[in-house]
Antibody, heavy 118, light 107 residues
Framework: EVRLLESGGGLVQPGGSLRLSCAAS????????MGWVRQAPGKGLDWVSV????????YYADSVKGRFTISRDNSNNMVYLEMDSLRAEDTAVYYC???????????WGQGTLVTVSS | DIQMTQSPSTLSASVGDRVTITCRAS??????LAWYQQKPGKAPKILIY???NLESGVPSRFSGSGSGTEFTLTITNLQPDDSATFYC?????????FGGGTKVEIK
């Protein structure tokens, strides 16, 4: 059974930093692209970032490029999202997602809430 | 960047109805389109991939069609459990983008 468990969300001040983690299980992790999708309160889905299985391919939405860093630890089946220079508009539930090959997102975690506010 | 436009943003229908949601891409995405269902307080769930392929375990009353720039998600014999928000998403290239969502309400 595929499981994705996010952690690390919370309240942070504007300009601050936060690191999200995603623990994955139930599939061959090191050959699977992973990513993050966020959803602001009451709004739609917003793609954030993707990292390929070996970590050699990394992609970001323009809105987070230069501020967020995605990484993975294939030894421990973990994906991370390091978020710096956080803004109020980064407030959202952040979902860890698994990609089916290099295509759609076939599994989603339950999400972790990040609130950027003073 | 490819923009994804869904319509309508909200629809209300009765149990047993057939409903159709449209998703338009700002440029050709071939058939690289997915549909997701999201219920309140829950994570989205994949329904359809590559425009018309039903994900395993998804009821056959859901179907998808289209290619290029115009796509549809159809729900036949609408059920109370189908009350949710539906999103399209292209995966033709980066950046990946989602449509704005269609909220389906049951009368």
């Amino acid at each position: 059974e595929v499981r994705l468990l996010e952690s690390g969300g919370g309240l942070v001040q504007p300009g601050g930093s936060l690191r999200l983690s995603c623990a994955a299980s139930g599939f061959t992790f090191d050959t699977t692209a992973m990513g993050w999708v966020r959803q602001a309160p009451g709004k739609g889905l917003d793609w954030v970032s993707v990292i390929t299985g070996a970590g050699g391919g990394i992609y970001y939405a323009d809105s987070v490029k230069g501020r967020f860093t995605i990484s993975r630890d294939n030894s421990n089946n973990m994906v991370y999202l390091e978020m710096d220079s956080l803004r109020a508009e980064d407030t959202a539930v952040y979902y860890c997602v698994k990609r089916a090959d290099t295509t759609y997102f076939d599994f989603w975690g339950q999400g972790t809430l990040v609130t950027v506010s003073s | 960047d490819i923009q994804m436009t869904q319509s309508p943003s909200t629809l209300s229908a009765s149990v047993g109805d057939r409903v159709t949601i449209t998703c338009r891409a700002s440029q050709n995405i071939n058939r690289w389109l997915a549909w997701y269902q999201q219920k309140p307080g829950k994570a989205p769930k994949i329904l359809i991939y590559k425009a018309s392929n039903l994900e395993s375990g998804v009821p056959s009353r859901f179907s998808g069609s289209g290619s290029g720039t115009e796509f549809t998600l159809t729900i036949t014999n609408l059920q109370p459990d189908d009350s949710a928000t539906f999103y399209c998403q292209h995966y033709n290239n980066y950046p990946l983008t989602f449509g704005g969502g269609t909220k389906v309400e049951i009368k």
